[in-house]
């Protein structure tokens, strides 16, 4: 185990299960003091409480991404009991699958609330004390669907291709100024939300299996795979990585289809 972040201050929101928790418990492992951000009291606490019982420092502060008061308040705070943020990992984010002309309104509303102002507000709030030092980092998740779209999931592809965007836009305007910006776009991880996924299916394990062989390496990712690169773009290692958005996916975005009983493509 190394040091990387030690004395560090990180930030991960949507920190309460899942590639959040994952990040939040690896970053605090290696020496950072960890701020758990999240929607849900009960998980986020959890989370937090876990690293400070194995001997690291964490608070938890209950933060709805959706609203920039409430994400500006939870940097304030993480001010208030830390200091200036070194690190900001915007991990937050929903699934809203559909059919375009089907969808409502306020479906459309609710994914670019979470998964693209999210990101934004996060960005907003914890820039200008980075630009105080002229240093920070700052991951964003976004997705391979940001990258391939599947079809009736919209619109969240459009709003993880937004974040890949923003990403792109903030990394220009920041980089001579000492913040590193950059995405990471996770393929089909095992988290709760997959699960949740998969559950709505007639027959989850077979859609499980489905989504497993359709994968090169034919299997489902870690969350400790996508925490792992996480870190190393958050750190010292990785400074000359500016706007990138690095794609973590098992090898399933480059493949254009799969083949069919016969082997023939």
Not at 1 to 30: L, P, Q, Y
Not at 77 to 105: K, R, S
Not at 142 to 171: D, R
Request: charged share 20%; aromatic share 6%.
């Amino acid at each position: 185990m190394t040091n990387r972040f030690k004395d560090k201050i990180v930030i991960v929101t949507g920190a309460g299960s899942g590639i959040g928790e994952r990040t939040a418990i690896k970053f605090s492992s290696e020496g950072a003091s960890v701020v758990v951000a999240d929607i849900n009291p009960e998980t986020g606490n959890s989370v937090s409480e876990h690293i400070n019982n194995n001997g690291g420092k964490s608070i938890f502060l209950e933060t709805n991404v959706a609203e920039f008061k409430s994400v500006d308040n939870m940097v304030s705070q993480t001010l208030d009991t830390f200091g200036i943020p070194d690190v900001l990992i915007n991990n937050a984010g929903i699934n809203v699958f559909g059919e375009p002309l089907n969808m409502p309104d306020s479906e459309w509303k609710r994914a670019f609330s979470v998964d693209l102002d999210g990101v934004w507000f996060g960005c907003k709030a914890v820039l200008p004390h980075m630009l105080k030092k002229n240093k920070g980092s700052i991951v964003n998740v976004a997705s391979v669907h940001g990258i391939q779209i599947i079809p009736n999931c919209f619109p969240y592809p459009v709003a993880k291709h937004g974040v890949i965007g923003l990403t792109k836009a903030l990394a220009v305007d920041y980089a001579g100024k000492g913040i590193k910006i950059n995405s990471i776009s996770p393929g089909y991880i095992e988290t709760p939300i997959i699960d949740r996924f998969f559950n709505t299916k007639p027959d989850p394990t077979a859609a499980r299996k489905e989504a497993e062989n359709h994968q090169p390496i034919k299997r489902m990712g870690t969350t400790d795979e996508i925490a792992n690169t996480i870190m190393f773009m958050s750190s010292d290692e990785c400074n000359f990585m500016i706007g990138a958005n690095i794609v973590v996916d098992g090898g399933i975005t480059l493949r254009i289809h799969e083949n069919d009983d016969t082997g023939a493509e």
